[in-house]
């Protein structure tokens, strides 16, 4: 199947710092990308739809100056994690929408990121 | 609005015997739901779908699963567990057709297979 990367894996700021994460589609376009949320022994939580060239849609209760979304091209999305706090300690995964081939969500490996 | 509820959080099965992994679902519109696995650090992988066609359906590694609406449950089996079948597996629903709509996922369900 299709393969989506993140970047980092890991990552380990201190408060108040800004945090990017990458997500990139490897062999097929995405015009459609999700970011999730996971909390310990909890469910992955939608945080936002992304779509190429155009605005992110966030979900309710996802503060969209405190997680900036930008998708710029067909195969990258990143998060942007603004003013970090220890509550913003999560994993983060993202999803890109490959329309070709039963229009399918293909995920990335997760990003585990903690704020000290 | 919809929810899903996955029975067990840890699961633990011998190679070779049965696997079952449950599932049930709350929707206020016909359901579309979703099967996937995640190994140990990489991403979700779909392992089978239902979108309203056959109610058993049969995915990727030997899994299958039948949507039940009278029981409101979309379970998970396979017959005969192997070691490579241990990871974690979510369950999802979602109101649209194919995988690309919002999807809302279940807590997960830590598959382990003992020798």
């Known amino acids: 199947g299709a393969v989506v990367s993140q970047h980092p894996s890991r990552v380990i700021c201190k408060s108040g710092t800004s945090v990017k994460i990458e997500c990139r589609s490897l062999?097929?376009?995405?015009?459609?990308m999700f970011w999730y949320r996971q909390f310990p022994k909890k469910s992955l939580m939608l945080m936002a739809t992304s779509n190429e060239g155009s605005k992110a849609t966030y979900e309710q209760g996802v503060e969209k100056d405190k997680f900036l979304i930008n998708h710029a091209s067909l195969t990258l999305s990143t998060l942007t994690v603004t003013s970090a706090h220890p509550e913003d300690s999560s994993f983060y995964i993202c999803?890109?929408?490959?329309?070709?081939?039963?229009?399918?969500?293909?995920f990335g490996p997760g990003t585990r990121l903690t704020v000290l | 609005a919809q929810s899903v509820t996955q029975l067990g959080s840890h699961v633990s099965v011998s190679e070779g015997a049965l696997v079952l992994l449950r599932c049930n679902y709350s929707?206020?519109?016909?359901?579309?739901l979703f099967w996937y696995v995640q190994y140990p650090n990489q991403g979700l992988q779909l392992l089978l779908k239902?979108?309203?066609?056959?109610?058993l359906v049969k995915g990727i590694n030997g899994f299958e699963a039948e949507f039940k609406k009278s029981e409101t449950s979309f379970h998970l089996t396979k017959p005969s567990a192997h070691m490579r079948d241990a990871a974690e597996y979510f369950c999802a629903v979602s109101p649209n057709t194919g995988t690309a709509s919002k999807l809302t996922f279940g807590t997960g369900t830590r598959l382990q297979v003992t020798l």
């Open positions: 239902y979108t309203s066609a056959a109610t």
């Open positions: 062999d097929f376009q995405a015009t459609t």
């Open positions: 999803s890109a929408r490959d329309q070709g081939v039963g229009d399918t969500q293909y």
């Open positions: 929707s206020s519109v016909p359901p579309y």
